[in-house]
């Protein structure tokens, strides 16, 4: 989803670069109206705005639902898998403890960096520097998310199973 959206952003954006390009070098009488590059321009901030409940969406995802599910899903597994190494259940089939989290951390830095990367393209296009900027704001926040829902997560979990 993430995808087609960046690229129907990108066809947008390219479609309306090459119609200053067209605009420019054509002659003076063939040249498009004014009109017609403004309207252009305003789909392209409609379509901006149209879509910005799905930018939401991946904001929200990145910052707060996927460290958060990831995190309890990591206690989870070290958990269980302390609770069936000591009763023998599944043989020696076992994940090292520390570094499913670290597994699931380095996901979490992936994804989080990939839906802020659409998100920015989304509402502001190819700006390097905005992207570079969202990444660097929104990383701390996911893996504050990440290592706060592990250790409440622990603890709940701990206290419902013991």
Request: aromatic share 4%; hydrophobic share 55%; proline share 4%.
């Amino acid at each position: 989803m993430e995808t087609l959206l960046g690229i129907i952003v990108l066809a947008i954006t390219w479609h309306v670069g090459l119609a200053i390009i067209e605009y420019q070098c054509r002659p003076e009488k063939d040249r498009p109206s004014l009109a017609k590059l403004l309207l252009l321009a305003e789909v392209e901030a409609e379509i901006r705005r149209s879509m910005g409940e799905v930018v939401t969406s991946m904001r929200s995802v990145a910052l707060f639902f996927a460290p958060l599910v990831t995190s309890v899903a990591a206690r989870m597994q070290g958990l269980l898998s302390s609770k069936t190494a000591s009763s023998g259940f599944l043989g020696s089939t076992e994940v090292s403890p520390p570094a499913f989290p670290l597994v699931l951390g380095i996901c979490i830095v992936l994804l989080t960096a990939i839906l802020i990367n659409y998100v920015v393209e989304i509402e502001l296009g190819e700006d390097g520097l905005a992207k570079r900027m969202a990444i660097a704001s929104a990383l701390p926040v996911a893996l504050g998310v990440f290592t706060a829902g592990a250790i409440l997560g622990g603890q709940m979990l701990g206290a419902l199973i013991g």
